[in-house]
């Protein structure tokens, strides 16, 4: 799970936002890192739901902005996150590293 912070990371960073709408819900959060399509790919693929729904809940509850939240869930892959997306994204690797280790 050491590329779990990583990948989640590449996932903002590389995710696409499709227009605003608000900030996504936990459960599309996660609907998104457990879909086929999804950036994280292999490393969702083996992980717990459990573990995925803790993700997507920290996610959620970081500062990462709504359009970096809802660019994996659009499915566009040309979103480029902001610098301070991914400083938020570092801000809750702590709480991205629970989910890992929780499991």
Known sequence: MKKLIP???????LAACGGGGGRPSTSEIADALKGDDSPLGAVTESASDDVVDCIAK???????????????????EDYD???????AIEAASGDLAKCATAS
Not at 62 to 75: I, K, W, Y
Not at 81 to 87: C, E, Q, R
């Open 7 to 13: 990948a989640v990371t590449l996932l903002v960073a």
């Open 81 to 87: 996150g902001s610098d301070d997306d991914k400083k």
């Open 58 to 76: 920290a996610l959620h509850d970081s500062d990462v902005s709504d359009d970096a939240l809802q660019a994996p869930v659009d499915g566009d």
